[in-house]
Every structure is written in structure tokens, then in C-alpha cells.
């Protein structure tokens, strides 16, 4: 009778040991995501060696540099606590706004007013959310709907091409390294910056994590959630600086894809989606893992609809292991 008691309890421990093995590892979202790629990189190299190629790294970090500049301005957004479904919308008009701009003024001023545009469009949204005060999922969803409206209207359903002007992103640094990929990993370490060593960075977090707490000790709850909303716009437009760039072309459809997309790159992040858990390492982690998964599909000459079936289940094992985390918190 004694040794089943002990067998039990024995049983017991291990099954403890074991859940708090697997928190540890898993509250450790970077790191998680680093062996998780090292894993993916040698199970892919193995069925194709091309895999690990120079060139074909370069080629992962170049195609998720865009959805990557996305990702930290919808992971500020939604570590205040709120979220942002006008990312796709939003990337469309400012396409067209920055195709029509470009073939009639300098480059500079276009620029200016395009990233300028998208902090104005960010800021109505932060203001549009804490002045009706419903959820900000709802609110951004129908905001999603009247600017892809707002896309069709000024394009008049075609698309606008930049005319061989700004091509500046298709270009490398020294022949080697895409101008995209810079400007990425130059934003990551801006907010890196932001989210370590700022009042404005830390104070998001408090928010996000406990609203009304932070608004009694006298944060200005609505005012910081409007200017996160404000800062994701300027990096909207930035984003679609890159893209259009890149693509030459704006269709009234161009950002439609983004939204899921860096969703699902950021909740790998570990960007909590309740708000106030997330790290600059993170994002950058979620949409290189992201853009990993997607290049092996790729690469192994999976059936490319399979795309998002993946996407699916990786928001899914995401918000999964998010929910792990929280239980044991």
C-alpha cells in the first residue's frame, strides 16, 4: 500500500517537473524560437540542401522585411492592449496615394507625405477607438472596410504604377545585403529602444497589461494608446514605402494579405494577445520564423495552398502556448 502511495506521489512530482520543464521553455518565447528554427533548418536542409544557402537566408530575411516593418507597428498596438485590423486597408491607400504622389512631385516630398499620411490615418484610428470606447477589434474592423472603400474610390479599382520611378529598395548595400532588410533591422533596434529604455515604451506595457490600474496612477491611458496607434501608422507607411518600392505597381488590393500575415508572425513573437507581454526580439523572431516556414514549404515543393493551412495552425499552436504561459503566471 506504501509503495503505491509512493509510486503516486513519485508520479505526482514528475508530472509537476515535467509541466514546469515545459512553462520554463516556452516563457522563454526567444529562445523557444530559436531552436525551433535550428530544428526546421536541419529537417528542411536534409530534403533540400539549397535550404541553407547564403543567398536563399538572404532571400527569407529579404521577403519578411515588409511584413516585419508591419509587425512592429502592429505589435505596438497590440501590447497597449488593443488591436489593429487596418493594416491591409491602410497599405492599399497608402500605395496609391505614394504611386500618384511620386509621378508628379519630387521623391522626397513623397516620402514625407506618405509616411506623414499613414501617422495622421493612425492617429484617427487611436482616437476613433478611445472615443467610442468599444473594443478595438470591432472599431478597426469596420474602420478595415471603409478604407478599402477609400482604396477603390481614389484608384478607381485599377491599379497605379509608379512610372520607373523609386526604385530604391530593389537595390543592395555594397551588392550584398537588400536595402529592405536593413531598413527592417534598423526599425527592430529603434524599437528595441523604445520598448527598453523609454517612458513612453515602458508605459505601453503597464497599459496593455492593466489599463485601469495605470490610469489610477494618473497615466494618460487614452492619449498613449492614441499615440501607439499614431506610430503603427507612420511605420505603415514606411512599410509601403519598401513595398511599392519593390513591386512598382499599386493595386487597390496591395495590403490585403498583411493583416493575418503579421498577425500571425507577431503571436509567434510572443506577443501576448491581451496586451502588455512582447519584445522587439520577438517580433523580429516571429517574422523570421514566419518567413522560414513559408520558404520551406516552398523550397520541399509542398502544394503552395498548404500556405494557409500552415498560417492557420500556427496562430493556433500560438495562441495555445500564449494561453499556457498566462495559466502558469
Avoid at 519598401?242 to 513591386?247: E, F, G, M, N, R
Amino acid at each position: 500500500m506504501n509503495e503505491k502511495k509512493s509510486d503516486t506521489i513519485k508520479g505526482r512530482l514528475s508530472n509537476r517537473s515535467l509541466k514546469r520543464t515545459f512553462s520554463t521553455i516556452f516563457k522563454n518565447q526567444s529562445v523557444f524560437l530559436i531552436i525551433l528554427m535550428v530544428i526546421i533548418g536541419i529537417v528542411v536542409s536534409l530534403i533540400n540542401p539549397r535550404f541553407l544557402a547564403i543567398q536563399n537566408l538572404f532571400n527569407i530575411i529579404l521577403q519578411v522585411s515588409v511584413t516585419g516593418i508591419i509587425c512592429i507597428g502592429m505589435g505596438t498596438v497590440l501590447i497597449s492592449g488593443n488591436f489593429d485590423l487596418t493594416v491591409g486597408p491602410q497599405i492599399s491607400i497608402l500605395g496609391i496615394v505614394m504611386a500618384l504622389l511620386v509621378t508628379r512631385y519630387s521623391i522626397v516630398l513623397t516620402i514625407v507625405l506618405v509616411i506623414a499620411l499613414g501617422l495622421i490615418i493612425g492617429g484617427v484610428n487611436g482616437f476613433l477607438v478611445t472615443w467610442i470606447k468599444a473594443h478595438s477589434f470591432i472599431v478597426t474592423l469596420a474602420l478595415s472596410t471603409v478604407y478599402t472603400g477609400v482604396a477603390l474610390l481614389i484608384s478607381g479599382g485599377k491599379y497605379t504604377s509608379l512610372g520607373g520611378k523609386f526604385s530604391f529598395f530593389i537595390g543592395k548595400l555594397f551588392n550584398v545585403i537588400p536595402w529592405p532588410t536593413i531598413a527592417f533591422v534598423i526599425l527592430i533596434i529603434g524599437i528595441f529602444v523604445v520598448y527598453r529604455y523609454t517612458k513612453f515604451g515602458r508605459l505601453l506595457f503597464a497599459i496593455g497589461g492593466n489599463a485601469d490600474a495605470a490610469y489610477l496612477s494618473g497615466v494618460k491611458v487614452k492619449l498613449y494608446k492614441i499615440l501607439a496607434f499614431t506610430l503603427a501608422g507612420g511605420l505603415y507607411g514606411i512599410a509601403t514605402l519598401v513595398l511599392i518600392s519593390q513591386l512598382g505597381v499599386a493595386y487597390p488590393s496591395t495590403g490585403n494579405a498583411y493583416t493575418l500575415t503579421a498577425l500571425a508572425a507577431i503571436v509567434i513573437g510572443g506577443v501576448a494577445l491581451q496586451g502588455g507581454k512582447g519584445s522587439a526580439i520577438g517580433i523580429f523572431l516571429g517574422a523570421i520564423m514566419f518567413g522560414l516556414i513559408n520558404n520551406s514549404l516552398i523550397v520541399t515543393g509542398v502544394n503552395p495552398f498548404w500556405r494557409d493551412v500552415a498560417l492557420g495552425l500556427i496562430i493556433l499552436l500560438a495562441v495555445m502556448f500564449s494561453g499556457i504561459i498566462s495559466e502558469d503566471d
